[in-house]
């Protein structure tokens, strides 16, 4: 079963997307602000992230530039959700080496099919 | 204040001072334009008697010095000799009035002082207004960044709630928590179909603040008109046959490819069309296509053209000015902010076209637009994006 972590400050939509992928048949790990997010990272070594932007106590970039010196994790492909529209963002999600960007609201479909691809 | 290095001068110009009538005057007079000057700096002057020539330096020059330690009195310059081309120099230098010492007299000098005055009073109104002008434009640019601030943080805010009500609609929609029936589902697909305009409605709202404020610019890349189209027909599918409205697309075949947003194109091509199917009535049908400019072989022509009720004549000219509601009735039955044919007219205009309709009663409505080829001719589209 591939693992996908989750990380996204709201409560709702962590769980939303938390039901979705574990009935999509993945094994999900969530984490609610930057830094239990890089510590789920550390510990689960999953084989997708998806992450939010904007969250408490690092943001979804520090968590991907922190956990890309793990040997197991350099090449973990990770996805950013956001609800900012601020092209800077999505430029630097882009250059960071994100396989996906979504604006929230996002289209779960779109989402999950871009999971199951860099899952693959 | 008068500056003046003769004593005979100093005392003619003393006494035509006294002699001006309704003039209630203190004469300050001095010899060395520096003790003047220093005088200037402890108590100011209200207005200054200056000469031509003082010792070694000329007026000219004691003017500028004077202008320097920051006094803005009027100055009247007088001189030995009457002199056209000096008169006319010492006014462009910033002189209040100039007078030869030959026709100095009581009468002579009220007149220069009582012009001088007026000028002064006049010049300065004008600069306070130019500072009070100056002053509201820096506010107003303040003011419209916290307000484009204000609209980011707020689209952020509500998009966060937004984006969980619709995913835990999708949830239950999409049998993901059990078995639901008929009615559960035409229920949950009305609140997710509401989700969706909501978003449609703050997107329009960031989209016209980050418009306003030039925060949005094109990202261009070569795209396929065809694709676009058909990207747009896909799009409004659903709504147009719920509505029983038929879509059509005519692409003409020798279309080339054009740099343009594509995502930005396509945001006015489903606004038009939109626009289109809510305003016409079931049987009737929309028409989508694009061809190259019967005017310019270098631009495309994009239309969207419906059978609809058509648009007022006397609405045109408004229709695509921000927050215009066809009518006034439109905000209550179709909803939307007003905000969607301004912005279509603002991404067309950021690619360096136009938009453009016409309309008859009863007959339905044309909404074309054009974009260049090629985006090479960046000049133009600066030019356009500055007007």
């Known amino acids: ?120 | 204040m008068v500056i003046d290095d003769d004593p005979d001068d100093l005392f003619i110009i003393g006494d035509a001072l006294k002699r001006i009538p309704n003039l209630k005057i203190e004469m300050k007079p001095f010899s060395e334009p520096d003790a003047g000057l220093a005088e200037l700096e402890e108590t100011g002057a209200d207005l200054i008697v200056l000469d031509f020539s003082i010792g070694a330096r000329t007026g000219p020059e004691v003017f500028r010095d004077i202008r320097d330690a920051g006094c803005d009195a009027p100055v009247i310059l007088v001189t030995d000799k009457g002199d056209e081309t000096l008169a006319a120099a010492s006014i462009r230098m910033g002189f209040s009035d100039y007078i030869p010492k030959q026709v100095l007299s009581p009468d002579s000098l009220g007149r220069a002082i009582s012009n001088a005055r007026e000028k002064w009073a006049l010049r300065k109104d004008v600069s306070d207004h130019q500072q009070m002008l100056e002053k509201t434009v820096a506010d107003l640019k303040s003011r419209t960044h916290e307000i484009s601030e204000f609209y980011h943080t707020l689209s952020h805010e509500l998009k966060t709630p937004l984006t969980a009500c619709r995913e835990f609609i999708s949830i239950v929609l999409d049998g993901l928590q059990g078995e639901i029936n008929a009615d559960q589902r035409g229920s949950l697909e009305v609140a997710h179909r509401n989700c969706g305009r909501m978003r449609v409605m703050i997107n329009d709202l960031l989209d016209a603040s980050r418009l306003e404020t030039g925060k949005l610019s094109a990202q261009l890349s070569k795209e396929s008109m065809t694709i676009l189209l058909g990207r747009a027909m896909q799009n409004c599918k659903s709504t147009a046959s719920k509505k029983g409205v038929s879509v059509e697309c005519r692409v003409a075949d020798d279309l080339p490819e054009a740099t343009v947003d594509g995502q930005r194109l396509l945001q006015v091509l489903d606004n038009l069309i939109d626009n289109a199917v809510k305003f016409t009535e079931p049987g009737g049908s929309v028409q989508i296509g694009a061809k190259i400019c019967a005017a310019d072989a270098e631009r495309i022509e994009l239309w969207v053209k419906d059978t609809g009720r058509g648009i007022e004549p006397d609405r045109l000219d408004y229709i695509f000015e921000r927050l215009y509601q066809s009518s006034e009735g439109d905000s209550v039955l179709h909803g939307g902010l007003g905000l969607g044919l301004n912005i279509c007219r603002e991404l067309v205009r950021l690619h360096g076209g136009d938009i453009r309709v016409e309309s008859s009663l009863g007959a339905g409505s044309t909404f074309s637009f054009d974009v260049p080829v090629s985006q090479s001719d960046h000049a133009t589209r600066e030019a356009r994006l500055a007007s």
């Not at chain 1, 591939?2 to 574990?22: C, G, H, Q």
């Not at chain 1, 939010?52 to 690092?58: C, E, L, R, V």
């Not at chain 1, 430029?91 to 979504?102: I, N, P």
Request: one cysteine or more.
């Open chain 1, 1 to 120: 079963m591939k693992k996908v972590l989750v990380v996204e400050d709201d409560v709702d939509i962590n769980k939303a997307l938390t039901i979705r992928l574990r009935a999509a048949g993945y094994e999900v790990f969530s984490a609610q602000d930057g830094l239990l997010g890089t510590c789920a990272a550390r510990r689960e070594h999953p084989d997708v992230m998806v992450l939010d932007i904007s969250m408490p106590a690092g943001d979804g970039f520090s968590i991907v530039e922190r956990v890309r010196s793990i040997p197991e994790m350099a090449h973990t492909p990770f996805i950013f959700i956001t609800a900012s529209k601020k092209r800077e963002l999505k430029e630097r999600a882009l250059e960071l080496g994100a396989v996906a960007f979504f604006e929230k609201p996002y289209e779960s479909e779109e989402l999950l099919t871009a999971i199951e691809k860099a899952a693959a």
